[in-house]
Nanobody
Framework: QVQLVESGGGLVQAGGSLRLSCTCT??????????MGWFRQAPGKEREFVAG????????IYADSVKGRFTISRDNAKNTVYLQMISLKPEDTALYSC?????????????????WGQGTQVTVSS
């Protein structure tokens, strides 16, 4: 079993920064064998891929809308994946969730993830 708990969300002005964290608790496979991803969902919109990272951090992928502004990273010693967000825009407002998948690489397709956290709210004011 895998449990994911996100933190770090909040209210920030446009142009500001936030760092989200997702801490993983696993009773089976080690955290460093999972590909990880961040997704977001705004009210009335579909879930959207944000960023993904491979098991060792060697491969990362991003949605075009966040490239150059968001950075995904992981610390396997702390069982944690991060999402550093800068130059935030009002359109970044959403519930941000992290997800884990058994294959070691990440993917942009939400249906390919096996475990999900509850999410942390990010609100960017204009």
């Amino acid at each position: 079993q895998v449990q994911l708990v996100e933190s770090g969300g909040g209210l920030v002005q446009a142009g500001g920064s936030l760092r989200l964290s997702c801490t993983c608790t696993t009773s089976g496979r080690a955290f460093n064998t999972y590909g990880m991803g961040w997704f977001r969902q705004a009210p009335g919109k579909e879930r959207e891929f944000v960023a993904g990272i491979s098991w060792n951090g060697g491969n990362t992928i991003y949605a075009d809308s966040v490239k150059g502004r968001f950075t995904i990273s992981r610390d396997n010693a702390k069982n944690t994946v991060y999402l550093q967000m800068i130059s935030l825009k009002p359109e970044d407002t959403a519930l941000y969730s992290c997800a884990a998948r058994k294959p070691m690489l990440s993917t942009a397709s939400w249906s390919n993830y096996d475990y999900w956290g509850q999410g942390t709210q990010v609100t960017v004011s204009s």
